[in-house]
DNA sequence: GTCTATATGTTGATAGAC
DNA sequence: GTCTATCAACATATAGAC
């Protein structure tokens, strides 16, 4: 619950040596310019230091990317990997509900993010950004951060929609993740997240996101086999 | 139902001349690697002709990129359009289904594409990328081509689902939107939209968009009042 | 219209002083 | 650890020949 992640070393929570500082504005920079929107000597600039400390704690843009990247999204994960547990724990062998589920896969982003902002930051989630950077260079890491959660929830999804197609039910999965990146880039505009204060209220929206997610993901294709074409 | 845009001059639809050649790599780079991640000379040797070239026809990047938004966006949008006014004329006044209107809104992306990829080109749908690029040359642009569909969308979903609130309703429209960014962009793996021959037989991908939106609309917040925190 | 050549600035990364 | 100075490569855009 502290505000300093496990990764890094002990340091004031005001002022922060200057790898935090690099850290927290790359976090802001790349979530608001992107990656190749962003250039180290602006990245440099905002931590209020020069170019090449930038480079010496990091090595290359792209390795500072990989390191706030994983300051962030690993106790989201750990969250997320936790609360699922949980219910499952709790229901004994049961199929979950699919509301806890998404909850369980929703919630941990937002709490986290509120807990990090009490800087002046209403930037877009970085980690949000990434997800729909182009960049050749973010795709790796795309990757590797976001498939094990993903093939983790899956069988709790297929075990509590069994009558669903699996294939469709991944498919589903992963249009609930563009729900949330969507929202957490900065795309929806009355979510709250959007405006200048965007964040610490999420509430209201993630309520939305967890109904939209949790009808699209139970939606039984009930009117698709009755209507072979286009509804006139 | 021409291969040529309503835009562009009488061009021979297999070689097409410099100017159409400087579009179609737009098209593709730009979707591929986003507005900062693509460089005019990369564009101008896809094209085939030199950096000057794409700078005589154009006058600079960014113009570029509005004419080949341009070139594809319009034609969806008008049938956007089109296929709601056809809806509406035939309800007679009646509120339509919203089912309907999700077809209406999602299908014309995708029929358009198709009848724009017979090249080798399975990228990513530019318009889908350029929703969410950071760079700040191209926000300006999105809004103008996308918000005055929005607003012609919205108010007949309120009246399919007057129940609902309609901040919330704006908001769950928006979360549409996000579906379909997140699928043209590449990002879903079994939408077959991801993979080599990813566009052409988009049947199962868009009727899985169009249940999941659908439904996501739709959804009473009926469990939310009762339940008033996370589920545990 | 398209080319070669260039002007002018920025990029990521490094060298060496301190 | 952080700085100034610098490198080589790349960016957008333009000038002028043809």
New interface residues.
Partial sequence: MAQTPALAQATAPGAGDTRERLLDAAERLFG???F??TSMRALARAAGTGLSAANYHFGSKEALLTAVMLRRINPVNELRMQRLEALEA?AGGAPL?V??IV?AYL?PVFEIRAAFIQRDSPS?WLAA?I??????AVTKLKRELFVGVQARFLPALQRALPQRDP??L???Q??T???L???L?G?????GLAGPDGGHDYGR?L???V?????????A?A??PASGG???
């Fill in positions: 608001e310019n992107g190749d929107g709790q509900r509301e806890a909850d919630r877009p950004r997800y729909s950077d182009p960049s050749q294939r469709d991944e498919v589903a992963q249009l993740t563009g729900l990146v969507h929202v880039s795309n929806v505009s009355g979510s929206i309520c939305q996101l109904d939209f997610a949790t009808a699209g993901l139970t939606s294709p009117t698709r286009r509804p006139a």
